[in-house]
Structure formats: structure tokens, C-alpha cells
Nanobody
Framework: QVQLVESGGGLVQAGGSLRLSCAASGRTYAMGWFRQAPGKEREFVAAISWSSTTTSFLDSVKDRFTISRDNAKNTVYLQMNSLKPEDTAVYYC?????????????????WGQGTQVTVSS
């Protein structure tokens, strides 16, 4: 069983930056980040393959967020720059037992508990 623990969320002003981390307790393959704002569906944000050769992003964050991983530490990171109020959400780390990235929630078998990101205007 894989456990995922996110950290790094918080309150930041618009234009600021945050870096989220997700530490995995077991072996994981492709990993991703999703987010859920109040009253909205959980949506895909970013994903990275096991080898880090493939990444994928939500269009609205593509030029502002980067995703990376350190397999030696079993950790994936989401660097978020130029944050906007519309980025406010609970951010969830997800992992799947497949090396290829996926943008779909149902493709991910493991989920973290979420970390709150609030961007003030």
C-alpha cells in the first residue's frame, strides 16, 4: 500500500510562489497533482512520468507551474509561480501503478489527504 503526504500549502498573495511536495511511502510510478476548489469538481493540474521524461499540464497553469520528482527520495514537487486567486483550491497528490502519465482521476490508485492553497488578491 502506498501512502502519499503533501506539504507546502499556505496563504500567498497574487503573484507569489509556493512549492508543494508529496512524499510517497512506497514504490510509485507516474504521479500527478489535482486540485479542487469549493463547489467544483476535482481537476487535473500536472503529471510526470516515472522517468521524468514526460510531463503534462492544465492549460491555465502551463506557463506558471512546473513539476519535478526525485525518485531517490520518492518525492514529487509542484512549483507554482505567478499565482492567481483562481488557483485557490485544495491540492491533491496522486500516484498510479503505471509509468506513463495520465490526466484522469480514475487512472490514479493512490491519493494524498490534500493541502490547502489560498491566493489572496
Amino acid at each position: 500500500q502506498v501512502q502519499l503526504v503533501e506539504s507546502g500549502g499556505g496563504l500567498v498573495q497574487a503573484g507569489g510562489s509556493l512549492r508543494l511536495s508529496c512524499a510517497a511511502s512506497g514504490r510509485t510510478y507516474a504521479m500527478g497533482w489535482f486540485r479542487q476548489a469549493p463547489g467544483k469538481e476535482r481537476e487535473f493540474v500536472a503529471a510526470i512520468s516515472w522517468s521524468s521524461t514526460t510531463t503534462s499540464f492544465l492549460d491555465s497553469v502551463k506557463d506558471r507551474f512546473t513539476i519535478s520528482r526525485d525518485n531517490a527520495k520518492n518525492t514529487v514537487y509542484l512549483q507554482m509561480n505567478s499565482l492567481k486567486p483562481e488557483d485557490t483550491a485544495v491540492y491533491y497528490c496522486a500516484a498510479r501503478t503505471n509509468k506513463a502519465v495520465s490526466v484522469y482521476r480514475f487512472d490514479h490508485q493512490y491519493w494524498g489527504q490534500g493541502t490547502q492553497v489560498t491566493v489572496s488578491s
